[in-house]
């Protein structure tokens, strides 16, 4: 509907990606089905913008983050990625060690920074190490650039030398941020970056990713599950559900009119933080589906109050509604 | 004002807590987690415990049924139980593993956790484990225990409650174990349920289905219900009283409208102006509470918020400590509506 993109714009161009995890069983161990946790998945990520991934436990939205950061290899389709140094490449396709070389374009902020941050380490080498891997920065050098990467983070760099187990959740996933930071990159996968924090300590948090964003011109993957975060931070919005994109708009958009069912469920599930809006909740109490084959049938007709005979019997292809691309046989009728 | 003001009834509280204080005796000082709370939950209605981790709102839980981990103890302060007999126990005074206690728990007051397996052991068949807690509480034959947690495995929504009696815990999805976990806690029917962020680590339409759940079981059973949670949404969904904490202490509590609609703590307007809400896109930044919560062992003097606070007033904030007052439509515990004792 609305401007073409040019390409230069685009810095992640994802087209039919997949990763199916086989299930195996029986003393051999032979393969007798697969776990399609990510299932032919196209978008694109625009340099500079957020861009939101959204979905509840099983979604295959993790999973997605894992097969850009190569973490996983995906078993198909492609993920352009438009790098400073070596032009447009495939990360789905690249030899280990060039995408070693794009770790540092490429870095992730993972959920919990209790975990994501050895408790053996001090901060100077936490968030250091890389650069001394990547630059050769070492000594007092190496001190100094990571002093900055602290204040930039809002933290003092007199910490340079204390544990993890010295701070506080909040001030964990500053470190983290630092971390991801350190190599100046341009595309930061930040999974459930917020999730783990408290309220007052999130709402810094998003400011902090923000103000990052616009100092360093970064570009996000904002995965995450709390729909009223990616409201506030993303400018565009995919859903997952079951492994696919079910919709994918810009924020606005997509919050203001939803056309996917399920993207609807998952906007009324949220509570309100207004007791005059309490929600009409029976609306949602259908009990959640028992995954079937849903190899001819839309993955959501089991729990879809919509669903017709046609949505049992076919898959649905993506379609322009809009200015939603929404995986739906009836987008534009319910 | 288009609600009229209820009548006070004074019906009498099911639990009300008076200066509760459980402290930590550790090796590097005392931290302490609860530090003079005093709230009421009223019987057939619930309350949410609002606030961040460290706040002490889960150990105040803890307090109430005795099973405060060592080194913390009950310190002062007192936590009176108004029993289905019309007479009241101070639970504080009480021995953690007296005969007296252990008869509350489990059948008077139950408790649900964010994590289903606090409470569910892992070795042991879910209808089992259901079976043994009502045998322990109620006067029932074992095959009517049985009946008994089959129909309370169907009542919480777990789909083929025959099968998933003879399941393990960890052949269910963390929905259907928190499910489990509920039918376990509301066997006996209790007269209160608290209710640690039991929703927390679940997906929003699996939360939505909880919540559902446990407001049904309370229209039901008429229990009251302590629900803690940090998440303001599910506050407003489900309270009918609110009490805010920080720091081991309540700053502020009211009704549910009231807090939302009127909050006087300058914590509770924070809280509430700090969270993205949905349809509501601010431009640009979150207004964030500067700071965090002070380390356990380093209180600050006088009011416990006035390190992050916006309204610090030197002199006053640091000096004097704050009560509980009643102004307007809510207790507030903050010099900016309550009079400044006269001496230093």
Redesign the interface.
Known sequence: MDDQTPMDDVILDVRDLSMHFPVRAGMFGKTHSAVRAVDNVSFQVRRGETFGIVG??GSGKTTLGRCIMRILGPTGGEIGYASEGAGMVDLAAVEDAQMRDLWREIRMIFQDPQSSLNPRLPVIELVGQVLRKAEGLKGAALADRVADLLKSVGLRPEILHRYPAAF????RQRIGIARALATKPQLVIADEAVSAL???????T??LL?DLQEEFGLTYVFIA?D???V???CDRVAVMFLGEIVELAD??TL?AAPRHPYTR???S???????????D??L??A??AEVTDTATACKFAARCPHARDLCRRQRPQKRTVGGAEVLCHFAGEI | MTQPTPIPTEPAPLLRIAGLKTHFFTDDGVVKAVDGVDLTVEPGKTLCVLGESGCGKSIMARSILRIVDRPGRIVGGSITYRAADGRSVDLAAMSPTSAAIRQIRGSDIAMIFQEPMTSLGPIQKIGKQIVETILLHRRMSKAEAKETAIEMLNRVGIPRPRERFEAYPFELSGGMRQRAMIAMALCCQPRLLIADEPTTALDVTTQAQILDLIADLKEEFGMAVMLITHDLGVVAEVAEDVAVMYLGKVVEKGDVYSIFEEPKHPYTRALLESVPRLGVRHAGRLPAIEGMVPHPLVRPTGCPFRTRCRAFMPGICDVHQPELQRQGRTDVACFLHNPVPAHG
Do not use: C, M, W
């Open positions: 509840e436990s506080s959740g909040g001030q408290d309220v007052s300590i999130q709402a810094q998003l400011n923000q599950h729909l009223a975060v409201e506030h931070i924020t606005e919050f469920a998952l906007l599930a949220v509570p309100v933080p207004d007791p005059r809006q309490r929600s909740r029976r949602r109490a009990a959640p």
